[in-house]
């Protein structure tokens, strides 16, 4: 488990940036300080956060840059969709095809709605070319995703990637 300053570091978001999407309800986790996992320090009241939700958090602020303009809707694009790409994300690994998520907006007549997408480019395409005749669609490259995390694990503890790796089940490092 990583501790608010670990995961302000691997995420970059400040301490009060953390703390409003938490009170505003944009973090693409569930965030519950009462339910914290049972070791010393969070007995007297600290939360502990998984790689998963670093990795979600970046993921959502990678769709609140590529057009998604409502953090709420970022991390529930993230937090929908992620879990659509990770199984392709550890079968290609960090060097094979690149893995995206994304979020589709269809328009069916009077009908609008989204649904989530994750795989490779080509995965994707057929999905929504083939569910879709008028949609737009807003891709984040989880692989890049969670290379930005392993990066940025390096930086604050040489420990620290091969944790972030064994906890999200990846390899290919």
């Given at each position: 488990m990583l501790t608010r300053?670990?995961?302000l570091a691997l995420t970059g978001l400040e301490t009060g940036q953390l703390k409003a999407r938490a009170r505003r309800e944009q973090l693409p986790f569930h965030y519950n300080p009462e339910s914290a996992t049972p070791d010393?320090?969070?007995r007297v009241g600290w939360r502990r956060y998984r790689a998963y939700d670093a990795l979600s958090i970046i993921v959502s602020d990678e769709f609140s840059r590529n057009g998604i303009t409502s953090l709420n809707d970022a991390a529930k694009?993230?937090?929908?969709s992620i879990g659509l790409?990770?199984?392709n994300l550890k079968e290609h690994g960090l060097t094979g095809t690149p893995v995206w998520v994304g979020l589709v907006r269809w328009q069916e007549g009077d009908?609008?709605?989204t649904?989530?997408?994750g795989g490779t480019?080509?995965?994707i395409a057929a999905r929504v070319s083939a569910d879709r005749n008028n949609f737009s669609l807003v891709l984040v490259n989880l692989t890049?995703?969670?290379l930005t995390l392993l990066n940025r694990a390096r930086l604050v503890s040489g420990d620290l990637p091969a944790f972030v790796a064994k906890e999200l089940g990846i390899s290919g490092e």
């Open positions: 300053s670990e995961l010393v320090e969070d694009a993230a937090f929908n790409g990770f199984d009908t609008v709605g649904s989530h997408v480019l080509t995965d890049n995703a969670l």
